[in-house]
Nanobody, 120 residues
């Protein structure tokens, strides 16, 4: 079993930056594709970004491309999401997922989420 804990969320002004972390425990996630999803109030959860098991392949949603960057440190069993040039529409609960499904709709393991609020 894998437990995921996100951190780093908070309140930031538009144009600012935040760095989210997702720490895994229970077992190594080094062989899993990992990703971030988000869910804004009243909206469905959406895919944000995916990273391959070795960090060599990434895939971003168009809405965050060029502003967000995902990375991972398998030695620390941790995935990161650097979010720059934040916009009010980025406001959502951000969830980390491990062992992603091939269609990017979700993953086998989920964290509890961390709130990101971007003020205008």
């Amino acid at each position: 079993q894998v437990q995921l804990v996100e951190s780093g969320g908070g309140l930031v002004q538009a144009g600012g930056s935040l760095r989210l972390s997702c720490a895994a425990s229970g077992r190594t996630v080094s062989s899993y594709a990992m990703g971030w999803f988000r869910q804004a109030l009243g909206k469905e959860r959406e895919f944000v970004v995916r990273i391959g098991w070795n960090g060599g392949s990434t895939y971003y949603a168009d809405s965050v491309k060029g502003r967000f960057a995902i990375s991972r440190n398998n030695a620390k069993n941790t995935v990161y999401l650097q979010m720059n040039s934040l916009k009010p529409e980025d406001t959502a609960v951000y969830y980390c997922a491990a062992n992603l499904y091939s269609d990017y709709t979700g993953g086998r393991y989920w964290g509890q989420g961390t709130q990101v609020t971007v003020s205008s």
